[in-house]
């Protein structure tokens, strides 16, 4: 992801409401599903390799299992466009992962290592196209070689994979992030809002990260082009963008008007006086509402183009 879009979703997913609902509503395992996401616990997620060089993937947590290994360890990589490498990265992070439990001594007795179930939560347009176990990117080998290969798969959760409608009938916190990535409309993202509330209402923290996160969100998909206050509360958030939108709405429709009487004008003088110079086009362009009714009333007594366009004697 870009720096921008990937910090935010850090800052969603530092929070474990948000790896529990990433499980339950887009991991179809009855297993997973069994476990006590209670007992979540955020793991540090940089790592410095042997040879000094730091490496980072970017959310690690664990979650307490009813077995002799006791943890779990869920892995998350955020991706907004295709990596072809991707499995080559992965296989790097959980490695680095399990050096780092054997130098904090975190394994399990008789040297063995705790289970890690890695992920790569893809939000970009384009279908995902990489592999998702090194296996696929080595050329199959005959012989002894065959058996030294590595091996090992991630967990693609693509959020394109998923249809608003899909997504919409989900009681889930991933879903409404997945939903707020590409809405239907304003009022869909006023209402996610609203349910966010609701859901919310006994978690103040959760909802402060929300709206500092739609924030984030709203600022990238229109380019900075919204204005919007530093806000960190989602019903302060919701009264804003209302009228913000409203005001959007009324911009745009002046907007259209505009570019509509410009057209005309544009083909009425093209009619009576022949093709308009590209400095001529310009100014129709550039005109205010104003300028471009008074140039269309002036057409109808105009003999020449220059009348159109003339400034009227005081």
Known sequence: MSKDNDASYKLLFSSPELVRDLVLGFIPDDWLHSLDYSTLEKMPGSYVTDDLRHRADDVVWRVKVGQEWVYLYILIEFQSKVDPWMAVRMMSYVGLLYQDLIKAKQVLPHRKLPPVLPIVLYNGDAPWTAAT???DLIPKVPGLVA?????????LI???????AHLAKMHNLVAAVMRLQRPDNQAAVLELIDHLNDWLADNPELMRIFAIWIRAVLLRQSKNELVLPKIQDLKELKMTLAARFEEWALESEQK????GEARILQRLLVARFGPLSQETIATIEGASTVQLEAWTDRFLAAKTLAEVFAVPAD
């Open 256 to 259: 259209g008007r505009k570019e």
């Open 147 to 155: 058996q030294f290969l590595p091996s090992m798969e991630y967990l």
């Open 133 to 135: 176990n090194i296996a």
């Open 158 to 164: 693509a959020e394109n994979h998923y249809t608003q």
